[in-house]
């Protein structure tokens, strides 16, 4: 199946610092999204992006789909960003289930 | 307008039981789709249901099985519990395809002992 690697897995910055968070994905994909997972256990969406770019707010997320990777950039970070963020895809070819990655586990230092 | 909703929040069982989980999509969602994640670890797809039938289904064994209702809302079972079954259950819902975007709930999370 496909596999999906993130980086790095962990991230220790100070508040006010700028992030970018890596997914590589091993196949072509009909979907893409990124999550936060909060300490509660609930996954955020964050942007449905099998390809392009997004924005919002402070978030923006880049797809190069013939490159199989997706960047999530994360600008001016505040405490409350802390979590973990995972990737997720669905093949092209393959189930219809989204395969995570491990996840980057983000800490924001005040 | 209500999101994806999972009932019990937390769950305690003993190795051996059986145990039922619960989902209800959020309006307008048609397919539900499961995931089981371990301490540490990214969700791991189990299953998915679109009208009222399992469609896909990820490296698990046969003792988690689920069904959907009429109404879309899914039940994931697992028998026969094995510690290693202690997790956090994730509910997903979608429009049609997974290649839409998914939803998650807050999840259930099992313990057995």
């Known amino acids: 199946g496909i596999q999906v690697e993130q980086s790095p897995p962990d991230l220790i910055l100070q508040e006010g610092a700028n992030s970018t968070l890596r997914c590589n994905f091993s196949d072509s994909v009909n979907n893409l999204q990124w999550f936060h997972q909060n300490p509660w256990g609930q996954l955020i969406n964050l942007f449905y992006i099998p390809s392009g770019t997004k924005q919002n707010g402070r978030l923006s997320a880049t797809t190069v789909a013939t490159e199989r990777y997706s960047l999530l950039y994360i600008s001016s970070s505040q405490t409350t960003d802390s979590g973990v963020y995972f990737c997720?895809?669905?093949?092209?070819?393959?189930?219809?289930?989204?395969?995570f990655g491990k996840g980057t586990h983000l800490i924001i230092q005040p | 307008d209500a999101g994806v909703t999972q009932s019990p929040t937390h769950l305690i069982k003993t190795r051996g039981q059986q145990v039922t989980l619960r989902c209800s999509p959020k309006?307008?969602?048609?397919?539900v789709s499961w995931y089981q994640q371990a301490l540490g670890q990214g969700p791991q797809f189990i299953f998915q249901?679109?009208?009222?039938?399992?469609?896909q289904r990820g490296n698990f064994p046969d003792r988690f099985s689920g069904h959907q209702f009429p109404n879309y809302s899914s039940e994931l079972n697992v028998n026969a519990l094995l510690l290693g079954d202690s997790a956090l259950y994730l509910c997903a819902s979608s429009r049609g395809l997974a290649k839409n975007i998914q939803y998650f709930g807050a999840g259930t999370r099992l313990s057995v002992l």
């Open positions: 997720a895809v669905v093949s092209g070819g393959g189930a219809d289930g989204l395969t």
């Open positions: 249901y679109y009208e009222e039938e399992e469609r």
């Open positions: 309006s307008g969602h048609d397919t």
